[in-house]
């Protein structure tokens, strides 16, 4: 299963020079200044022994220079001994030929440890989405403009007047945020008091938590295929398997569940409701009611990711799987990163007192609770209906570009592919009419300024499918995008 | 070893209750509100079949309410067949027997996971901390009347006036913040650019990173003992070995290293070179050249935590280790939580790029960054000399408190037990003459009020030490808890 295999992390993308340009106002010549810093990378052991540099004309694109400029810079540090050119190996930090890294030092252990790397595409897009001009189409996060960014000044300008939280937080996290939480979570029908909620530094780390405090290793984790979760390693990286169940519109088909179940000898079930991530796809309330008494019958725990709960567009949805549950069945999550801020890093799981509790232990190892300052706003921002509000506003915004999405799609990929029309969240999984090399495609696209977020990420076998974002890109680079995108996949069509 | 055995969680440590009490305004008698809390917390699946209920007489307590009371709402739960009491056993929710846990929910993995639970003892002080009646003689942060308030209320206030960033930030953090925390160390000593920095969510955070990102399950960390590390479970969760070396009054003992690590198959070395968590030793400057050229000679990469450095009372420290390493052998752990606020959760790593990128990629699939509130509230903070002038000018109050601690050393302790004037950082590591059975000790003080960090927290075998902090407890705190302690090693010397 492809969710077993050990991925081995990119070897040495080389040097980043994100950080540092030339100073041109400096009387030393520019490449001088090139030569020093490297050199201070060189020998102050960042840029370990064997490394590759990237190609000249790459160096000069980063630093903003002449390749004539790298080459005198280049030819310098030559002369030092402290780089080499390889016969189409590029330039390389000297030393030991092999191995490439220095014996004996940090270095060794890039390649080591037990958690797996993101995926090279994955951490490419990390990266990449904080180059300005590249035009996002699957960027799962609002757009800046469409956060609350004067809302929440005004929640500082307020918070500056009051007693700060600056000492540590007490395990489960703020009692105040969590009796706002506590409200938060009865409007969409779940009762949970304070004592069984803890607060996380954003949602994904209740997966993380979850991996490493409840489930043995080598348990078997069933989710719906595609899911987000294929894309981060959380649960494979605390030697967890993770076994696929397939959808139908309806959300994860529940038929033969008890097969699988006992087949894979499941230990709990992980799944998103509502909006599903990368489908968009909504479990309608019979299939909620369905799922839930399948897994009371077979004892098999429930992880609700409710991540994009609030964000329905049309109509709101059925009751979250944790307000069905009267056994302790369900653990929910919940979080601010998809409406109000991602920045804050502050989201939530609801579930039995005493399994919250082991969470909480496990938490406070790993981090020691969430920002205070980020607490504190949060439960400002919940109590003062400034989220409710907010949340009303988003999704006005987030409709329009969804029919914005909608039209585009009708007007450039009705030959070129399917897809339905999500009630919630911030997907279109647009359906490729024809099998693509997907990670040509990401390439391709990237060098037209687009960065997608390919199917491959959530089902590694899939060749077929985009997540498509409607929630970030403005509406003009929506339009640009998508007819960019529609081009690409023709050219790319008569390719394949 | 003992940092090898699996410790089991403390078996249902009860309900918690700290959270609601009975409402005395409402019309409903308060014995039915409490068995209408209780009743919701049973039928809703929080309080699992087999839970074990606190005694009657601590339930009144925790409620404050007359034991009658609680009796009254006991017996009606009794009567609805939701709990019952056994022989000896107390009270517990009803159901099956054996297993105490409802079989196939949540609770069933509380005591699952591979990430072992705190120290039983850690747990209760984590939970006891926030009792604001217990005077802490062992807390590691300062008292809050010691954090800048209201220099941290100002930044907010000019924060509110600024463009905030509620989007995600980038794998390593906020550039702006690297940029003032590179500045920062380069104050130390420690040439570290932007890009070989990594924002953590709290110093801890980088611990678990290096145990899940780095360390090749099974490998083995050499380290002081007594250790800070010993009372956390980051290594030891992620299935690495720790080594104890002993240290003298000038920090680790270098002396025998080389046969240690070969023994051990050491994988790295981790060591607080700087008022060392427990013993507050300072290793002095000769001593870190050894460390260095022994661990550069070895190949031993070395995780230098250094929290206290800039926490000197009388003079300033030796240059940290990362200044004295030119082949990328340190990471160089730092923080704000124990001068600046503990709840900002605001820390960083600092070694070679490509080290640091392959953590930054674990901490995106950890929790996606830490708050950007926090980090840019940190950024202001380092960058208008904020933390200079606090760093100042609470050196100054710890001084005092530590002489005050000193004193009343002198005073109460000189037949009992033996200690070291610290140069610096929180703790006294105070050594009794007679060893005392630790646990019954804790359980003591904390009958009187008093809440301690013990040695055997620190190094599983001891018997004879107490770290005391002077950071925590005020001056008239510290004046009745030194001498509340005393009578009780007093009163336990004779019993032992």
Redesign the interface.
Known sequence: MQSQTRIP?PR??G??????RPDRASPQPIYAQIAGYFR??I??????EG?KLPPQRELARQLGVNRSTVVAALGQLAELGLIEGRQGGGTRVAGKEDPPW?????????E????Y??LPAI?AI??L??QPELLRLGTG?PA?EL???EE???I??E?????????????LGS?RL??AVSAELGRIGI?A????ILI???A??GI?LV???????G?AVLLEKPSYLYS???FQ???VKLHGLPMDKRGLVTEGLEDLAARAKA??LYTIPSFHNPTGILMDAERRRELMERA?A????VLEDGAYQDLWLDAPPPLPLKAL???????HLGTL?KS???????GWVA?????I??LA??K???????????QL?AAKWLEDGGHKRHTDALRLALRRRRDLMLELLERHFTELAEWSKPAGGFYVWLRLNKPLPLPKLFRAALAEGLLLNTGDLYDRADARHLRLSYAYASPSGLEQGIFKLAELVRRMDRLF
């Open positions: 992390p040495s993308s040097a980043s020079l994100a950080d540092w201070a990378k020998t102050g052991g960042d840029w370990p490394m220095t014996a004996g030092s940090w270095n060794d252990y890039v080591e440890g037990t958690h790397p993101n951490q990390n990266r989405e904080f996060e800046p956060l609350p960014g929440m000044r005004s500082l300008a918070l500056a007047r009051e007693e700060l939280p600056l000492p540590y937080e007490e395990p009692l969590r009796r009762r008091e304070p004592s069984s996380l530094s954003g994904l780390q993380q991996s490493l405090g409840l489930l043995p290793k348990a981060i390693h959380s990286s605390a030697g230990a709990v009371a077979l004892g098999l725990p549950d009267g056994k302790g069945q369900v653990l990163s109000a801020s991602p920045g804050l890093r502050i579930g039995p007192e005493q399994v509790r082991r232990d496990i406070m190892q790993t981090d020691y609770g969430a920002s205070s300052l980020s706003a």
